[in-house]
């Protein structure tokens, strides 16, 4: 499949790239996609709930009623579940949520990712640019001149480059990353993955080994 790259001003350089095959054009693998999202979502959990349990709430253990012949439910003390006010049965409690997956799985799972952008035309190859200060200004009407104000953007960098990060830091449907950071749940929930030419090297080298 190929692309026309662009530069910054929405013209096109005259360029083409070829999507790599074996990322762009494999068929997606709904389950593997599955697992990736649940896990990435997993770890964005801070597992911090907590709730007393009766042997941790505050209140006096005498035992209320008598056990029998009352004609009610059997309880003790004023902690009891039962009774209003009371503890907590089963509450949740500190945890940690994240789980493993295998390499294999959440390389399938960017692959699977990627391919579903490609089959939906949602791809923009752009060519490397850089930015001589912070400007929101400035990055906004890149996003113009690509067509893409408005969507919902994922914006791929190779490396790190502080300039496009702050100018695209306030903008709430936009998030810019590294190429070696990309997962699934990031792509599936972009509308429109923008990505530089020296990104599509760096994801070949991670995705096809």
Request: no cysteine; net charge positive; charged share 30%.
């Amino acid at each position: 499949m190929e692309v026309s790259v662009l530069n910054i001003k929405g013209q096109e350089t005259g360029r083409k790239v070829t999507l790599n095959e074996d990322i762009f054009a494999i068929e997606p693998n709904d389950h593997v996609l599955y697992l990736d999202v649940k896990q990435y979502l997993a770890n964005q959990r801070q597992g911090t709930a907590k709730a007393k349990e009766r042997s941790e709430h505050a209140g006096s253990t005498r035992k209320l009623i008598r056990q029998k012949g009352s004609g009610g439910a059997r309880r003790g003390d004023i902690n009891s579940p039962v009774l209003v006010g009371g503890a907590r049965v089963f509450g949740p409690k500190p945890r940690d949520y994240r789980f493993k997956l295998n390499k294999k799985v959440k390389v399938l799972a960017r692959k699977s990712a990627l391919s579903y952008k490609a089959q939906e035309n949602a791809i923009i190859v752009l060519e490397d640019f850089e930015m001589e200060a912070p400007k929101t200004k400035d990055f906004v009407n890149i996003t113009k001149n690509l067509k893409v104000d408005g969507k919902k953007l994922l914006l791929v960098l190779p490396g790190v480059n502080k300039n496009v990060y702050l100018s695209a830091r306030n903008l709430q449907r936009t998030e810019v990353m590294q190429a070696s950071a990309l997962n699934a749940y990031k792509v599936l929930n972009a509308d429109v993955l923008v990505v530089t030419e020296n990104s599509l090297k760096t994801i070949d080298e991670i995705l096809v080994k």
